[in-house]
C-alpha cells in the first residue's frame, strides 16, 4: 500500500524558512518522480514543485523559483521542500504526491498525481 | 503557462442526475488532462488521466471525454458520496496547472 506522510510543517515569521519532508513506503520510491502541491485556505489546488526519480530533473512554478528547493534522498524513501524566504502568500497546505502517467514535453516530463499524502499546514505570519 | 477555466464554478445536483463539468485550455493539450475529486479536510484523488482513462477503482459512472482545448467530466448517475470538489489538470507541459475548481453541492 502506497503511504505519503509529510511533515515539518508550522507557524513561521514572514522572511523565515522552513522544511517539509514526506516519508514514502509501499513502493519502489526511486522509481517515481515526486511533487508537491499546495492549497491556501479555502482556495484551489495549486502545482508547486516536482523532482525525478533519480533527482537530476527539477522544476518549479514561477512563484516559488529562487526561494523553494526540492529535493530527495533515495535511500530514506524521503522527499523534502525547503523553503526560504517564506511570504504570506505561501500559507498553505503542503501535500506530498507521487507522479503516476506522465507525458514528456520539450519542457520536460510532467505526470499526473497518482497518490497524495494527507497534508501538512504552512502558515507565515506577517 | 496554460491557464485553464473550470464551469461552472458551483453546481447544485440531486442524488441520480446525470451531471457534466467542463474544462478549457488556454491552448491546445492534446488529452494530456487529468481530473481529481477532493473532500472537505480530504486530499485530493485521481479520477481520470489522459482525459479519458478511468484511474484503477474508480466507478464507472465517471468519465472524462475532450481532446484539444475544450474537456468534460461526466458523472452519469451522482450518488451522496459524489459531492465533492473537482479539478481538472494539465500536465501536458510545464508549470504543470489546475483549473480552479467545481464545487458540487447537494440540492
Known amino acids: 500500500e502506497v503511504q505519503l506522510l509529510e511533515s515539518g510543517g508550522g507557524l513561521v515569521q514572514r522572511g523565515g524558512s522552513l522544511r517539509l519532508s514526506c516519508a514514502a513506503s509501499?513502493?519502489?520510491?526511486?522509481?517515481?518522480?515526486m511533487s508537491w502541491v499546495r492549497q491556501a485556505p479555502g482556495k484551489g489546488l495549486e502545482w508547486v514543485a516536482s523532482?525525478?526519480?533519480?533527482?537530476?530533473?527539477?522544476y518549479y512554478t514561477d512563484s516559488v523559483k529562487g526561494r523553494f528547493t526540492i529535493s530527495r534522498d533515495n535511500s530514506k524513501n524521503t522527499l523534502y521542500v525547503q523553503m526560504n524566504s517564506l511570504r504570506a502568500e505561501d500559507t498553505a497546505v503542503y501535500y506530498c504526491?507521487?507522479?503516476?502517467?506522465?507525458?514528456?514535453?520539450?519542457?520536460?516530463?510532467?505526470?499526473?498525481?497518482?497518490?497524495w499524502g494527507q497534508g501538512t499546514l504552512v502558515t507565515v505570519s506577517s | 503557462a496554460i491557464q485553464l477555466t473550470q464551469s461552472p464554478s458551483s453546481l447544485s445536483a440531486s442524488v441520480g442526475d446525470r451531471v457534466t463539468i467542463t474544462c478549457r485550455a488556454s491552448q491546445g493539450i492534446s488529452t494530456i488532462l487529468a481530473w481529481y475529486q477532493q473532500k472537505p479536510g480530504k486530499a485530493p484523488k485521481l479520477l481520470i488521466y489522459d482525459a479519458s482513462t478511468l484511474e484503477n477503482g474508480v466507478p464507472s459512472r465517471f468519465s472524462g471525454s475532450g481532446s484539444g482545448t475544450d474537456f468534460t467530466l461526466t458523472i452519469s448517475s451522482l450518488q451522496p458520496e459524489d459531492f465533492a470538489t473537482y479539478y481538472c489538470q494539465q500536465f501536458n507541459s510545464y508549470p504543470i496547472t489546475f483549473g480552479q475548481g467545481t464545487r458540487l453541492e447537494i440540492k
Open positions: 504526491s507521487k507522479g503516476g502517467y506522465g507525458y514528456c514535453s520539450d519542457t520536460g516530463c510532467a505526470r499526473v498525481e497518482d497518490y
Open positions: 509501499g513502493f519502489t520510491f526511486s522509481t517515481y518522480a
Open positions: 523532482i525525478s526519480g533519480s533527482g537530476g530533473s527539477t
